[in-house]
C-alpha cells in the first residue's frame, strides 16, 4: 500500500528534494570572481555587474571581452567581473576604449562607467566618441551624484534634489539644470543603439539585460556605439533604506529620466528635443 | 505529493541585508534573519518555504549575486 507522501515529509525533506542540481533554474553567473563586492548593500552596481557578465556568458565571449571601468565607486569593477580589464584616468575610458577597440577590432570592448565619470568630467570624450560612432559599448550608470566622495551634485542631480553641496536641494537658476547626457548622445550621428533602463525590480532587470545583449550584438555586427544608461540608486548618498532608495527613485528620478528605447538601429525613436 | 515547489539558498556570507529580494518576492516568502552573519548584515532567509514558486524574482535583483533558485519542473 502506497501511504499519502505528503503526510510523510517533514519540511527538510521536502526543501532537500528541491535543491537538487537537476532542478537548479538560477545560479549567480561564474564569470564574477566571486570577489565580495566593495558596493554599499542595495547598490545597483553589483546587479549591473552581474547582468553585463551573464550576456557575456550567453554570448560565450569572455576571452573576447575587454572592460574598461572608470573612476568612481565602481573603479574596482576589474575585481569583479572576470574577463580583461584596464583602469582609465577619471572620465577617459571611451577614448581608451576607442584605441583598444581600434588596435583589436574583433575583441569585444566596453565601458563602465558612473555619472561623474562619464558626464562631469569625461563629457567631451564620451561626446566625441558617441560622435566618431566607435565600436564599443558604454554602459552608464546613473545615480545623480558622486557616490564615491560622499554624495555631492553630479550634472545629473535633479531639480531640487539634496545633495551634500546642495542641502537646500539643486538651484537651477545657479547651478543649471541637471544634463540627459543619453538624449544628447542619441541626436549624434554616430550612436546606433541607445537605450535608457533600471534594475530595481525584477521586470526591469530582465528588460536591462536585454538591452545588454542588444549592445553587445550591435557590436558584434559592427554596427555603431551602443550606449545603455541604467537609472540606479545610490541609497548612502541619498541617505535612504535600499527599498526606499529605489522607491524614490520610481517617484523622482523616473519622470525626468524616462525608461526605454531611445534609438534603435540607428534611428531615434523618441522625440528627444521634446524630452531635452 | 509534497506541497514545495521551489526553494532557494542564500549565500548567507555573500548577503548584506539590502531587503530588495523581500519586496521583490511575489508570495512573501524572504525575511531577513534575526541572526547577523559575520559582517553584521541580517541576512535573508524563507521564511514561508511552502509558498515559494521558485520565479527567480530574488535572485536576479540581488545586487550581490547571493542567491540560488532551484524549481521542481513538472
Known sequence: MKKNLSEDFSMEDSLEQIIQEKNLVYRPTRLMTGATLSYCPGCGHGTIHRLIMEVVEEMGIQAETIGVSPVGCAVLAYDFMDVDFTEAAHGRAPAVATGIKRLWPDKYVFTYQGDGDLAAIGTAETIHACNRGEQICIFFVNNGIYGMTGGQMAPTTLEGMVSSTTPYGRNVEQMGPPLKITELVAQLAGTYYVSRQSIHKAATVRKAKKAIRKAFEVQKEKKGMAFVEFVSNCNSGWKMTPNEANQWMEDHMFPFYPLGDIKVDGKLVKNVIQDL | ?74
Do not use: F, L, Q, W
Not at chain 2, 12 to 38: F, H, L, Q, W, Y
Not at chain 2, 48 to 54: E, L, M, Q, S, V
Open chain 2, 1 to 74: 505529493m509534497a506541497k514545495v515547489r521551489g526553494a532557494i539558498v542564500v549565500d548567507i556570507e555573500r548577503c548584506k541585508g539590502c531587503e530588495v529580494c523581500v519586496v521583490n518576492c511575489p508570495t512573501d516568502v524572504i525575511a531577513m534573519s534575526k541572526d547577523v552573519n559575520s559582517k553584521g548584515y541580517h541576512y535573508a532567509y524563507m521564511e514561508h518555504p511552502d509558498d515559494c514558486t521558485g520565479c527567480t524574482n530574488c535572485a536576479i535583483v540581488c545586487p550581490d549575486g547571493a542567491i540560488t533558485v532551484y524549481r521542481i519542473k513538472n
